[in-house]
């Protein structure tokens, strides 16, 4: 059934952005007030950020990435994994200094991180310099915080999920001008045992079909080259709408649009990737022949423990299909090493999946306990070391899947999209459809541009080459 969210369009009804601007216009250090914000995390946290990014421009804020010239200090948590809490911690705590020799900065939290009670609680009792802090569901509220957390001078905590509503037109600022990110979709309905997303970002909600073909189309107009579609499990877009529509339908439907553009998405579930979606691929003008499809585990026991609602007869089938139909196909994957009660024996069907697809490259974790999950109530017998032997243990058998892939791909002419300069004098740094990167000689002026490259090296997992011609 379809379940009725609100859509509600951004709106600054009362002029807090105006009235943040007036403030800060004063309070900065410099000719104009100075905003660093970090991201942490996923693309999501990524395409968030560009959000008030947005905001704060409409408030008249330049950007630097050196937090000791900021008037605002941001970062954007994620709670995926302790290690990434952690380095927040870390990090905050080392502001206390910039907070001594500028008491007029203002530091603010935002991100998964905020949706947990444990940690506000933490921040508010042993971070007292933290003037804002806000959740994942508290974005469209940004000025009116900000402006709070300026006038105030108190302390300014926004947490809690809201998540019946979908909002629009957020002014946005894309880090990059020729690739960017398109929320597609938020939250997360599959509550995998392990995972914290669902409790950080609420119920899965879909922007509605035209809002998101109409952006594609905009991004395509003002020159973007490549469009990554973002969400937790594009698969099961639009099953909230009310005019249902499918994933494989919406990528139809933005691959219409004329243009020299290549089109991604993240991420896939394995449990919701159809044929259909996999057809829709393979007929495409501008979707990549890249599939990240993050299976977890090899092992059946394990996948079930972990709610994936998918076997690894099912993943493969899925793979194999894909593989028939798609060209060139590349895929990744996502990993996860030592779930609880997780054997040597069950790892090495981890082991032996990922010989049997030859992935390009894998995205590989140990287990880390998220506080409110199922799986870290679980009885976790194996230790750190014996799961750290295991992951190099994967990582090395991958390193050869990849570098054996790359080497078969020397002497082939592939079509990259140039995406910068790399450290080595006159070298630029491209990606090809499939997702690896190739690095060749060439004029910087090529940087956002389709060439063509034919690959002279492999190294490991990158590729060199000479260009080939421009286009
Ligand atoms: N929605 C995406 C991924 C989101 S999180 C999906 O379902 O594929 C990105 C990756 O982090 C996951 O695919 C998983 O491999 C890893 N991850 C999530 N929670 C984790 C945990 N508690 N410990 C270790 N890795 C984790
Ligand atoms: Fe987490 Fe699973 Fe949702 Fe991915 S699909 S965000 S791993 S709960
Ligand atoms: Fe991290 Fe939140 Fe993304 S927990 S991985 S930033 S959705």
New binding site residues.
């Given amino acids: 059934m379809a379940i009725n969210f609100d859509y509600k369009q951004f709106s600054d009804d009362n002029n807090y952005m105006q009235m943040c601007a007036e403030v800060m216009a004063v309070r900065a250090r410099g000719d104009i007030p100075m905003a660093c914000i970090r991201t942490?995390?996923?693309?999501?946290?990524v395409a968030d950020s560009e959000k008030i990014k947005g905001m704060l421009e409409q408030m008249g804020f330049g950007f630097t990435e050196n937090a000791e010239d900021a008037d605002f200090i941001l970062f954007?948590?994620?709670?995926?994994?302790e290690h990434?809490e952690d380095r927040v911690f870390g990090n905050v705590g080392a502001l206390k200094n910039i907070k001594r020799r500028h008491p007029s900065v203002v530091i603010g939290l935002c991100?998964?991180?905020m949706e947990q009670k444990h940690v506000t609680d933490r921040l508010y009792k042993s971070f007292p310099f933290v003037n804002l802090v806000f959740g994942?569901h508290s974005l469209h509220k940004f000025p009116e915080l900000f402006y709070n957390a300026v006038t105030f001078g108190g302390r300014v905590y926004e947490t809690g999920i809201d998540d019946k509503t979908v909002y629009e037109g957020i002014p946005t600022r894309r880090d990059g001008t020729f690739k960017g990110w398109l929320p597609i979709m938020y939250g997360?309905n599959n509550f995998c045992t392990y995972c914290?997303?669902p409790y950080?970002?609420g119920r899965e909600r879909s922007r509605k079909f035209e809002d998101v073909v109409n952006e594609a189309r905009q991004m395509i107009e003002s020159g973007y080259k490549e469009i990554t579609l973002l969400g937790?499990n594009v698969n099961s877009y639009g099953k909230n709408l009310e005019d249902k529509h499918t994933f494989a339908e919406l990528l139809q439907e933005i691959d219409k649009i004329d243009g020299d553009y290549i089109l991604r998405f993240m991420t896939s579930h394995p449990k919701d990737c159809s044929k259909e979606l996999i057809d829709v691929i393979a007929q495409s003008r501008h979707v990549s022949c890249h599939l990240h499809l993050p299976f977890q585990s090899g092992s059946n026991r394990v996948l079930k423990a972990m709610n994936r609602s998918y076997t690894r007869e099912k993943y493969l089938e899925i793979i194999d299909y894909a593989k028939k139909n798609i060209p060139n196909l590349s895929l990744t994957s996502d990993v996860i090493v030592g779930f609880p009660g997780e054997t040597y024996e069950e790892f090495s069907e981890t082991v032996s999946l990922v010989k049997e697809v030859g992935f390009t490259s894998l995205f590989t974790f140990i287990y880390s306990p998220r506080n409110g999950t199922p799986a870290a109530k679980m009885e976790d017998p194996y230790t750190h070391k014996e799961k750290s032997q295991w992951f190099s243990e994967l990582l090395k058998v991958q390193e050869e899947i990849a570098a054996q892939r790359c080497a078969a791909m020397v002497g082939t002419t592939v079509r990259v999209l140039v995406e910068g300069k790399t450290d080595k004098e006159g070298v630029l740094t491209s990606r090809t459809s499939g997702n690896i990167i190739v690095d060749f000689p060439g004029d910087e002026s090529l940087v956002g541009n389709f060439v063509n490259v034919k690959i002279t090296k492999a190294r490991n997992w990158i590729l060199n080459g000479e260009l080939e011609d421009k286009e």
């Fill in positions: 942490y995390g996923c693309q999501q946290n954007n948590t994620c709670a995926v994994r990434a991100g998964c991180m994942t997360c914290i997303v950080t970002r937790q």
